[in-house]
């Protein structure tokens, strides 16, 4: 079976960080390509956030090499901030503002005009249908609600890569597959989605995955691909065999 993904997004060669005697990320090695939903897995301390925020443009590499959006890590990267979104998992939204504003804000620091922010802010409220709440504060909304928000102040500015930290965590099974259907929007519109999460459920919809322990990349394939080759049913099966291997 091909794939429909041909150029790379993200590049990662040998890429090692340390803290000390510490190494967090140990020779990672992977790509992304455009358009697809790239699952970032691990159990927490495996050194997934550490790698995002080098991704990201938040941290230096201690070595190896690392390409974001076809941008250098270690020297681009204020250009690489701009052609990503990014949503942790306590939604990064600011609760004492209302919904009009916070979009406008974070439309703001990604440098778009007044005139695209009016017609992208009108576009979102009639598409999520809260037109008639864009003046409440995000303080009076439902988690689910902001959590969908802010994954859309995310890719407000429609940019080449949004990172997902553990995005709906805490949130009911079925505001997670309406979340789940936002990303697959995303992704259908030439987002690029790499995602991090704790059910292994989720790793289901991604097109590929990487799983990793203890800094290291200890598998990436297609979820169907992995359930294979570890000759199991789910992907939580795979996660298990793969953390009771290095335990």
């Not at 052609?83 to 998992?89: E, L, R, T």
């Not at 080449?160 to 936002?182: A, N, S």
């Not at 290291?216 to 394939?221: G, H, P, V």
Request: aromatic share 10%; charged share 25%.
């Amino acid at each position: 079976m091909k794939t429909k993904f041909n150029n790379s997004i993200i590049k990662v060669e040998d890429l090692v960080k340390k803290f000390g005697n510490f190494t967090a990320n140990d020779h990672l090695t992977f790509e992304v390509k455009e358009g697809e939903i790239f699952g970032f897995l691990g159990a927490n301390g495996a050194g997934k956030t550490t790698a995002i925020k080098i991704l990201c443009g938040l941290s230096v590499p201690t070595s190896g090499k690392v390409e974001v959006a076809g941008y250098d890590v270690y020297r681009q990267t204020n250009q690489i901030k701009r052609n990503i979104g990014y949503m942790s998992q306590k939604f990064s939204l600011y609760e004492n503002l209302t919904i009009k504003e916070n979009i406008r804000f974070f439309a703001g620091i990604y440098g778009m005009s007044r005139k695209d922010i009016r017609i992208r802010l009108e576009e979102l409220l009639d598409r999520l249908k809260i037109e008639n709440l864009k003046n409440e504060l995000i303080a009076s909304l439902p988690l689910g609600w902001k959590q969908k928000l802010a994954f859309s102040v995310a890719i407000f500015h429609k940019p080449k890569i949004v990172f997902l930290d553990e995005p709906t965590g805490g949130v009911d099974p079925i505001t997670r597959r309406q979340f789940w259907d936002m990303i697959y929007e995303a992704a259908n519109n030439g987002i690029t989605v790499f995602v991090t999460t704790h059910y292994m459920d989720e790793a289901e919809y991604c097109n590929r995955v990487s799983i990793m322990v203890d800094g290291r990349i200890e598998a990436l394939d297609r979820p169907q691909e992995l359930k294979k080759t570890y000759h199991v049913d789910s992907m939580n099966e795979v996660f298990l065999k793969l953390a009771r291997v290095k335990n």
